[in-house]
């Protein structure tokens, strides 16, 4: 029996791309360092190895400072906000070797300072594309790590993280990683017995072989179908889709090639009401306890709605009984 989380983390094993940027931790270049341990570079400069700051000026940082800021990897980091204020912010970029058609996975810890900023943010660049990131501050320093996924159009493509929003005087930056995403997997779910729209409902998608294996969540659009980038390589994979009270499905011989089309589909039986991945008494005894409840109710439980009618009564008991004894692959 197998369980799977609904929100369940990535999960790798065997073999990963390499990170395709230079230097994204910025710990290397021509580091010649102030007073407070940081040196002030203006748009244009290529002090940092790999990198060309943009737009305007910004600090790079080292640890120990006068400020009492951290890396979130290696001892340097970037402030995108140098010693102004005010927008514009400064930012980096790097061109990197890439396949048109094929897709990245873009990683980079954006860091906040309760003593400096309330809010902090950056807008991440490429192929044509964009999505700002903003953190609120906490206590003391912290990084978060924001993901960002895009489709190569050419050979070579640059990517530009730029500080967008800053209240008033600090935006970090660190620990940029650009990664090869593997192939891109369609599918299509059919959530049997259920009368509502699959629409925004959330699917657990896993890949696995003998060498590697991924756990993605991936969300159905209104026909019941969904769109996955992977990070495994090429292969032939057994590929499970699990929904939320419904049972896991799994296809083994997939194949799965960076152009594809890479394509699967599943039929999930109903009724795994406590996501156990098999319908028994544990299912049977939620759905009593949510009996005749209707949304709002206090005992309201929308796993036991099992035909999305919005309401848990005896049709919903009629899927529960057929089903009953079932488990997942």
Not at 105 to 132: C, M, W
Not at 280 to 286: C, E, H, K, N, T
């Amino acid at each position: 029996m197998r369980k799977l989380l609904l929100l369940a983390a990535l999960s790798m094993a065997g073999a990963a791309w390499p990170n395709l940027v230079i230097n994204g931790s910025f710990e290397e270049g021509a580091f010649v360092p102030n007073g407070h341990n940081l040196m002030q570079l203006g748009a244009g400069s290529t002090a940092i190895t790999g990198w060309t700051v943009v737009q305007s000026g910004l600090a790079w940082v080292s640890v120990p400072n006068a400020f009492g800021g951290t890396a979130s990897a290696g001892i340097r980091c970037l402030d995108l906000t140098d010693y102004i204020d005010a927008p514009p912010y400064g930012g980096v970029s790097q061109s990197i070797t890439t396949e048109a058609g094929v897709g990245y996975r873009v990683s980079f810890d954006l860091g906040t300072h309760s003593e400096y900023t309330s809010i902090a943010g950056i807008r991440v660049s490429a192929a044509g594309s964009s999505q700002i990131f903003t953190e609120l501050s906490s206590a003391g320093q912290r990084w978060d790590t924001e993901v960002w996924t895009f489709v190569a159009t050419n050979s070579m493509t640059t990517i530009e993280l730029v500080g967008t929003q800053s209240a008033p005087a600090y935006i970090g930056l660190d620990n940029v990683i650009v990664e090869r995403l593997g192939p891109m997997l369609n599918g299509h779910v059919d959530l049997t017995d259920f009368e509502g729209s699959p629409l925004g409902r959330l699917v657990v998608v896993d890949v696995s072989s003998g060498g590697a294996s991924e756990t993605r969540t991936a969300r159905l659009d209104g026909a019941g179908s969904f769109t996955v980038a992977l990070a495994v390589p090429p292969g032939t994979y057994t590929v499970g889709v699990k929904a939320s009270h419904w049972l896991r499905k799994a296809t083994p011989g997939v194949v799965l090639t960076q152009v594809g089309p890479n394509s699967v589909s599943a039929t999930l039986p109903n009724g795994d009401v406590d996501d156990d991945n098999e319908v028994s008494i544990g299912d049977y005894s939620l759905f009593s306890i949510a009996f005749n409840a209707n949304p709002g109710d206090p005992h309201w439980n929308p796993e036991t709605d099992l035909n999305g009618d919005e309401g848990v009564d005896i049709g919903d008991f009629a899927i529960l009984s057929a089903n009953y004894g079932l488990v997942g692959d």
